[in-house]
């Protein structure tokens, strides 16, 4: 997992470099400054694919380019599927250094840590419910924004924190699905 401080869009880059030029297979899950999901999929230090929040492939490109940076974690697996679509490896990492960012702005403040913010059980419930919707990148997802310094002190705030994961989802059907099957485990009153 990287840091705990977000890294500037080229800093991301010279990590997935890195990743590329170790040979590796997985997946470079992103969660941008702006809180948006991105991923970059290798294969042997190959780049075979690429989403930002719902786009896929070259249609991503342009959104991998520009945003400001972010927090990233790497998960180590077997990959099969490739996009017939994308540029070499060397032209994408080419690309997607071509164009200068922004600063990421400090972090906001934060309280003492997430695990006293929110308990332990309804984090993991969580992560765990969202997971079965995102994959690894759920954990990820949720840090973000337990890390916004949330304070879950009454239902109705856990409520609007389960709205907010949510919506990373990207799929009302889905979101919705989450919201039925996590409300009812984390046993709020009303």
Do not use: W
């Not at 896929?56 to 490739?82: C, S, V, W």
């Not at 332990?120 to 994959?135: K, P």
């Not at 840090?143 to 409520?159: D, F, H, R, T, V």
């Amino acid at each position: 997992m990287s840091d705990p401080d977000p890294l500037r869009h080229d800093q991301l880059i010279v990590e997935l470099r890195a990743l590329c030029a170790a040979k590796r297979s997985g997946t470079m899950f992103i969660i941008t400054t702006e809180n948006h999901a991105a991923q970059f999929v290798l294969r042997g230090g190959e780049i075979v694919g690429m989403t930002y929040r719902l786009l896929r492939g070259a249609d991503a490109l342009p959104f991998m380019k520009t945003f400001a940076g972010g927090r990233y974690r790497f998960q180590d697996e077997t990959i099969e599927r490739a996009d017939p679509s994308l540029p070499s490896t060397l032209d994408l990492l080419a690309l997607l250094i071509s164009e200068p960012t922004a600063e990421v702005a400090p972090p906001p403040a934060q309280p003492s840590t997430d695990r006293e913010a929110v308990p332990d059980r309804i984090r993991q419930l969580i992560e765990r419910e969202l997971a079965e919707f995102l994959g690894p990148i759920a954990g990820l997802i949720c840090q973000e924004y337990l890390a916004q310094g949330a304070n879950l002190a009454s239902p109705k705030e856990i409520s609007r924190l389960v709205e907010a994961i949510a919506s990373e989802i990207g799929d009302p059907a889905k979101e919705a699905r989450f919201k039925q099957r996590l409300l009812p485990l984390l046993e709020l009153p009303d």
